[in-house]
């Protein structure tokens, strides 16, 4: 064994595909790209995520207590990387970037048209949000894409390295 600097864990605990979150406050959209969130429950799904206060979307999440979490497939990976790279106080991400904001039916926040899921969210507690940034939210209304067929998902790793979901093994499971 090596010893691995403690700036690297996180590209050990990767917790889920890269995802694009919209909020919407005052009339106006954004989107952000976020890799740091996490199942919590099943029924109510719940999910824990964290937007830093640095973020614009900190402030109209914070308000509006409402997002859409979106699942991009790997053939958005570039303009999911652009959107990360880049803040909605500056541009409209979803006009510099070409994407798509459809209208939700549960909350205000666009879902994304090009994304193969899109999660219609409510924050469920933001007891954690003043230390840790941390929003719990629940998930109020689900929406796939039948037309994309096995959409396979982007990781980050780090540093500008991610790792395209590959094959799917099946192993027995007590989970249905």
Known sequence: MKELPLSHVYELIEPGPVVLLTTARNGRPNVMTMSWH???????PLIACVVSDADFSFAALRA????VIAVPAV??????VKVGNSSGRDIDKFEAFGLTPLPAERVTPPLVGECFANLECRVADSRFVNRYDLFILEVLKAWVDPAQKKPRTIHHHGFGRFVVDGETIRLKSKMR
Do not use: G, N, Q, S
């Open 64 to 67: 509006t207590r409402e997002c």
């Open 38 to 44: 996490m199942m919590v429950e099943f029924e109510p």
């Open 75 to 80: 053939e958005l990976a570039a303009k999911v």
